[in-house]
């Protein structure tokens, strides 16, 4: 049994509405799977086979929301939010607020040694990352242009090989983008193909065959929410401001991945999907919200995350299924 964990970046859990770009996406294997959009009216916890897009076979299904304030006054930060997913520690009760952007300095020591990708190597079990990374990524870390991000530094703790372009070009890797634009752009002549969504994720699903745990992370959602990626980087899609636009161009590539890794998926497999705190689905707030995180869990391991009520509670569930 494996656990495909694709964390997407910036995704709470709110009422279908007008202010909600999730519940007008384009999101055709969400639909199927949760008989509705990505939102809080379809959360309604764990199911027993319940069908997928079709044709997938029913499987066991879990959908919920979690606290990602962990108790805090203040927005959920991706930096905090991102250790306690990982590590499943209340990393901003540790560190004394939500802290954004990376890992607090203090924290980091700990993610290493207590990250999910280290105790499932610690049980004799394989992990994998599956992003890649260019040569581009380690010169600006050396040059200290950038700094690591959460799973850099829990991946590096439990000594898990990196992905590169390599890897993507052979179908073993994901990019954060989901089609590869961003580092073929960032990599002329490199060879580095573009993908359709699906695609995309049925590499990553192949990529339980040899690892017990995959991880995959895209921060397109939260860059969306705040504006930040270029017209030219997503598909066009009409109406709407153009965040909202935004948001749905990139919800629409991710579900394609869903349902790539949907249909990939072996009966014994699992897909985790979860979030570090709310954006894209209230266009009203200017930047992140306190709603709830969706917690969706299709497979066997669905039961095993029915407790979780709060996402440093994550990992211990992933650790319980695995």
């Known amino acids: 049994m494996s656990i495909i964990f694709v964390f997407i970046d910036g995704v709470g859990l709110a009422p279908a509405g007008p202010d909600n770009p999730l519940a007008s996406a384009d999101t055709p294997a969400l639909h199927a799977l949760l008989g509705g959009p990505l939102a809080l009216e379809a959360a309604s916890g764990l199911r027993a086979g319940t069908a997928g897009p079709s044709p997938l076979p029913a499987r066991a299904l879990l959908f919920k929301p979690i606290d990602a304030t962990l108790g805090l006054p203040g927005l959920p930060q991706s930096g905090t939010g991102h250790v306690a997913l990982l590590a499943g520690v209340n990393a901003p009760a540790l560190h004394g607020r939500h802290q954004p952007h990376f890992p607090p300095v203090a924290l980091r020591p700990l993610l290493a040694d207590q990250s999910i990708f280290r105790r499932t190597v610690a049980r004799g079990r394989r992990a994998t990352f599956a992003n890649p990374f260019g040569p581009g990524y380690w010169q600006a870390l050396a040059a200290r242009r950038i700094r690591k991000s959460a799973s850099v530094i829990a991946a590096e703790g439990a000594g898990l090989r990196f992905r590169d372009g390599d890897d993507l070009r052979a179908g073993r890797a994901v990019s954060w983008d989901v089609t590869n634009a961003a580092m073929r752009e960032r990599e002329p002549g490199s060879g580095i193909p573009l993908v359709s969504p699906g695609q995309a994720g049925a590499n990553l699903a192949g990529l339980a065959r040899d690892h017990e745990l995959v991880f995959y992370e895209s921060f397109l959602p939260d860059l969306a929410g705040h504006g930040r990626l270029a017209a030219g980087d997503l598909p066009p899609v009409a109406g709407g401001s153009p965040v909202e636009r935004q948001i749905r161009a990139v919800m629409a590539l991710l579900d394609g991945l869903i349902g790539g890794v949907l249909a990939a998926l072996r009966p014994a497999d699992s897909l985790l999907i979860t979030s570090d705190h709310g954006n894209v689905e209230s266009v009203a707030a200017p930047a992140h919200t306190r709603n709830p995180v969706p917690l969706l ?26």
């Open 297 to 322: 869990v299709a497979g066997p391991a669905a039961a095993a995350f029915a407790g979780v009520e709060d996402i440093a509670g994550v990992a211990g569930a992933i650790m319980a299924a695995l």
